[in-house]
Structures are given as C-alpha cells and as structure tokens.
C-alpha cells in the first residue's frame, strides 16, 4: 500500500536555478548528439543508456578529466561484466583531483572538540608530493596496498591521495572498528605500509586505538607503521611505529610524476559490513570512481567550482571515498570527525552557516534524529547559502521529507541518494532538473538502466520489487580482493537473474518515475509468503513520538513466519499497553495490516554495523537461536545479548 499521499510535491527548481545547473548545460552542449531538451531528464537519462559511447564520450570532455581518452569511449561485451569503458584510456585518480594547485582552500577540516584546520590546494598538493617520495622510498609501487586506520581529516585525504598518485591501492577503516574488525579486513589485502592515528577523540573523550593497531601488525605484518600524530605511544613502541611527521621529513615538495594507469586499474578495496560472514573486500577502479563520482556530484547533485562541500561520514564508509572526489570539481570539502551531536544537537548545523556550505550530506537517521530533538534551523540560523541537502544511508521517510521543507529551508534541493558499498557511487537519487516528491527519490543516475524485478524476474511498477541494474556502469568492481576465478564476485550480483546486476535492495518505482527503498532485500519479511520490506514499518513507527528507534525481524514460527518488532523508546517512556496500540494502529492504517507485528517488544539498545546501519540479519540469527556469523562488524555487538531467550517469542 502506497503512503497516502505518495506524489506531494514539495519544490520544484526555479527557472533560473535550472538553467544555471551544470545538467542543463550539458544538455544543452549536447543536444546536437539527442535532440533532447535540455530540461527533459527522462530522455536524457534513456539517451545515456541507449546510446553510451555518445553518453561517455561527451562525458569525459564535459568533466575535464586529465589524461589519454583513447579512441573509444565504451565497448559492449557478451555480459555487462565483461563490458569496458575508454578500454584505451589512461589517466590518475589522485592526479584530477589535484589540478589547479593554488591558493584556494582545498580541504577545510573540523573536530568535534572543537579544532579547525584548513589547507589551500596549493599546500594539499605539497603534502601529497612528500608523502609520495617517502612511500616510494620505502618501496611502495604499482599494485601494493596501503592500509590505513584513519579518521576524516587532512592527513588521510593526503595518504590516499599520495597512494593513488603512485599507482598502489588504498584500503581504510575507521578506529572505532575495533582489533577484530580491522584485522579481518585488513589482512586479507597484505599492505605493505599501515598508516593509523593511535588515537581519536569522541565526545570530549580521547580513544586509545594502540590495540587496534597492535592486532593488524600481527595479522596483516606491514613491512612499515606510520603513525598520524606527534609521538609513538611508549605501549607501541616495539613495533617500530615512525611518525607521519619523521616519515616525510627527509622530503621537499616538489611535482609529482602521477602514474597513468588503464580505467580499470585498482584504486581502493571497501569492505562489505560483515554480517554474514568475513567482510568481502570490494576493489574499485580508479578510472570508474573518479568519473562516477564526478558524474553524480556535477550533473546530479549540481555541486559548483568553490563551493563548500559537506558530508557527515567516517573513513570506514563508501561515502568518504565519494566526498573526497569532489576535490576534482575545484569544491572546497569541509569535513567533521567526531560525535555529530556534540556538544549540542544543533552542531553540524551551525557548521552550514559557519563555514557557508552550499551542499550537506547526511544519513536520514540524522535527520530524523533532529526531528525527535526538536530543532527548528529555520528559526535558529541563517541557512543562506544552503542549496542542496543530500541524504543516504537507510530510507528517508516521507515526514522527513516535510520536516526538511517545513523547519530546515523551504527553497533547497533534498536528494535521497541510493547505493552503497558494492558500486562505491549510487543507483539513484537526485537531479537539479525535476521536482522534489515526499519521501521519494527522484529517479535512476544517468547511465543507470535501473528495474525493480518480482521473483520470476518481470518488471514490476508501484509494488516492491528487487532492484536491478540492467546495463554495464562504471563503478561496477574490478574484482573481490582474493576471489581469484570470480566466483563470488559473479554469485553477489549476477546469480539471482542471469546477466543482470542484483543489488539486494527491496525498492518500488512510483507514477512519478521516482522511486522509494523499502529496505534489503535479504532481510525482506515473508509473514504469510507476502513479501513485506521493513522500512515500510520503520516509515510509520518513526512517527510515533516515543519511539526513539526500531527494527523488524521476521520469526520462522508454526510453519510461517511472523513480524517481530523492537523499540527503544524515548528516555522516561514505557511500552504501554495504550502505546503497543498505537504503534499497531500507525502501522496498519500507514501501511497494511500484513506489516502489524505479532508481537512489540521494548529493548534498551539495537545493534549497528560500524557505518550505523541496524543490523536485522543479526538479530533475526540471534532470535533463532543460530550464530551471528561476524560479531565484529557490530559497533555494539554486546546489544545482541538483549534478544537472546526471550519469554515473548516462546509462543
């Protein structure tokens, strides 16, 4: 069942902004190529599908890419995998991205602490030029993996850009992934240099990351350990650690002779979350990121030359690698570490008008965080120079969406954004050229033939189905780091339907074209063989003001199964037999009464993978009584203990 009112449109793109935005004007430029409008999106993205040489041959002109294009822009295979973009182009990440090394604020970087630092394009470029001689020196080449435990700040832009400049492969998680988790994915790369900070700060608190650091030593055996930071910790110092500092001090800035490799060349292994078995190690093209990334971050999310670039995320997520991409488009990226709501909700919000960011990205679960805590920026801040707010990470909910509009600014582009991990760009999201429908996102990304397919593989159109990418795309894997003969890499996406990508996302394709995410696929419940997807149950309990968060499991009970849902509720507030009836009503009347729980139960903490996503796969195991198969992908794995035996699913 459809939210009552799906297709609410809640802004529309004034004239002139339209036509100022970098889609129109490539659009216009090549119209000569389709004869399409330049304002008709829907036939420009079937023109970047159906006719994809003209699409990416114009494309790479349109972002300037530094390099060799070669003759052909893209070659069709006998399957999308085996397909090839600019097949004889050669070109460097790290190498676009540092392009007009001046004076211009490059990076500017804050702490929840209160630190702020910045750095001109001029200096990145230096910082990047001494830390390439020193991987050099210490015998860092083509092909080698540096691994890094890092936070969001300057000095793990500089590594991984210093790392691409040279050829190698980076690979980072973020400190809080604890020894276990770090090690089980770092040691399946063998780096050969681990670059770490032995601590971090968190909510006015200082973190000590030395045993973290000590298990990948053991685990993974880098052949050198450079530590971000002003000593080595005494309880490190039987590692050789050398400083970052001590590491480039022998060096001088000076150029940098990029290493121009073929598209498809490896630029960095991302981890999936882990949590149904060891993570499996994702390798990007460097090629397919930096012109992905560019693609989504111009066309679609019409971000401009200078402007202030935000993103709220950590070193362990895709969406750092996407952030820092849009150095190649000459924005200034301002970066957070820390605890976004410390010391006040309101923090990163004050971060819009102190710094004048024009795009901020999120999760929805900020958002919404900022819903429950009552803030009004509207009210309290000036927001001038906000244009775009993106959000990605789970379901944006349609009050969300009005929350936006109604308290935030009612003149701002709001695009959910959709993909993840295993593409390390999107599937769908915004465009500065269509209307804005609540709790929709607005459509597929350019060059992405997107369907949403039911079980024997039709498409299928205002009802859940699974989505789908029908065509090659550039930010498809090169591989998984260790699966030598593919066949994991070919049983992840391709085995549900033949030649076609399956992402493992539950979505639903609305008359507006947008589409809406109703959670994974894998984790989709089946009360009674009707597929449900949970974030149709999380849209409509999230507005009740005393659940703080939920998640939904489906139980295997007397030969069906059964929609179990915890809450954890709002400090001072009970599961009450009043409120239990008040959830079931809001869930009922906002969706169907297929996705009324059997049963409610209260719990005081839900688990999270390291990136912040509730992990319903592991509470579903840990209810029936089956191992969670990879503990260390949860931040708070002791949270499971509190869905073990519970007297309540017993009957």
């Not at 020894?179 to 968190?202: N, T």
């Not at 936006?404 to 991990?421: F, N, Q």
């Not at 507005?543 to 139980?555: H, K, L, N, R, Y």
């Amino acid at each position: 069942m459809m939210d009552a009112t799906p297709s609410d449109i809640l802004w529309v793109p004034p004239r002139e902004r339209l036509e100022r935005s970098s889609l129109f004007t490539f659009a216009a430029r090549t119209a000569s190529q389709h004869g399409i409008a330049a304002d008709d999106y829907s036939g420009l993205l079937r023109w970047s599908i159906e006719a994809p040489e003209a699409f990416y041959d114009a494309l790479w002109d349109e972002l300037g890419i530094i390099g060799t294009r070669g003759e052909t822009a893209f070659k069709s295979g006998a399957t999308i995998r085996e397909a090839e973009f600019y097949p004889g182009a050669r070109l460097n990440y790290a190498e676009n991205l540092l392009r007009d090394a001046d004076d211009r604020l490059a990076i500017i970087a804050h702490r929840d602490d209160g630190m702020r630092r910045e750095i001109s394009r001029r200096q990145l470029y230096d910082h990047v030029s001494r830390l390439v001689q020193a991987l050099t020196h210490a015998g860092v080449k083509e092909g080698d993996r540096v691994g890094a435990i890092v936070t969001h700040d300057i000095e793990a832009i500089v590594s991984y850009l210093a790392t691409s400049a040279i050829g190698a492969i980076w690979s980072s998680c973020s400190p809080d992934f604890g020894p276990a988790g770090a090690s089980d994915r770092l040691s399946q790369i063998d780096p050969k240099i681990l670059i770490a900070v032995p601590e971090y700060g968190y909510a006015g608190k200082r973190i000590d990351v030395g045993p973290t650091i000590r298990a990948v030593a053991e685990s993974a055996a880098p052949q050198e350990i450079v530590l971000i930071g002003d000593a080595v910790p005494a309880s490190l110092s039987d590692l050789g650690c050398v400083t970052l500092h001590d590491f480039v001090a022998p060096f001088e800035p000076g150029e940098i002779a990029f290493n121009r490799l073929p598209v498809k060349a490896p630029l960095a292994i991302l981890y999936s979350s882990g949590t149904t078995g060891k993570p499996k190690c994702i390798t990007h093209s460097g090629g397919g990121l930096l012109l992905q990334h560019m693609k989504e971050q111009k066309l679609q999310c019409d971000i401009q030359q200078g402007e202030r670039f935000f993103y709220f995320t950590t070193c362990g997520w895709m969406m750092w690698n996407w952030q820092v991409s849009g150095l190649a488009l000459g924005a200034t990226l301002v970066t957070y570490d820390g605890n976004p709501g410390y010391p006040n909700p309101a923090r990163l919000i004050d971060l819009i008008d102190a710094e004048r960011i024009a795009t901020f990205g999120t999760s929805a679960k900020f958002i919404d965080a900022c819903l429950k805590a009552g803030l009004k920026p509207r009210e309290s801040h000036d927001l001038s120079s906000l244009r775009t707010i993106l959000s990605t990470g789970s379901p944006l909910i349609p009050q969300s969406f009005d929350y936006i509009y109604r308290d935030w600014k009612a003149d701002v582009h709001l695009a959910s954004i959709s993909g993840g991990t295993d593409i390390c760009a999107c599937f769908l999201g915004g465009n500065p050229l269509q209307p804005v429908h609540r709790g929709e996102l607005q459509g597929a990304m350019l060059g992405m033939d997107i369907d949403t397919l039911d079980d024997e593989g039709r498409s299928v159109r205002g009802v859940a189905g699974e989505l789908v990418c029908r065509n090659a795309h550039l930010s498809m894997p090169v591989k998984f780091w260790g699966d030598e003969d593919g066949s994991r890499y070919q049983a992840a996406y391709f085995d549900r339907f033949p030649g076609i990508w399956a992402h493992g996302d539950f979505a639903e394709m609305r008359p507006s074209g947008g589409y809406v995410i109703h959670g994974r696929s894998d984790t989709t419940l089946n009360p009674g063989g009707v597929r449900i997807g949970t974030a149709e149950i999380y849209r409509q309990v999230e507005t009740v003001p005393e659940v703080e968060e939920a998640i939904a499991v489906g139980q295997d009970f007397d030969g069906d199964q059964r929609v179990i849902l915890f809450v954890r509720l709002k400090a001072g507030a009970e599961l009450t037999e009043p409120l239990e009836k008040t959830i079931r009503s809001r869930i009922r009347s906002g969706a169907t009464p297929r996705h009324v729980p059997a049963r409610i139960i209260a719990v005081s903490a839900i688990p999270r993978t390291r990136s912040g996503k509730i992990s319903e796969i592991a509470v579903r195991d840990t209810i029936h009584g089956r191992p969670v198969k990879n503990t260390d992908a949860l931040a708070n794995p002791e949270a499971l203990d509190l869905f073990r035996n519970l007297p309540q699913l017993k009957d």
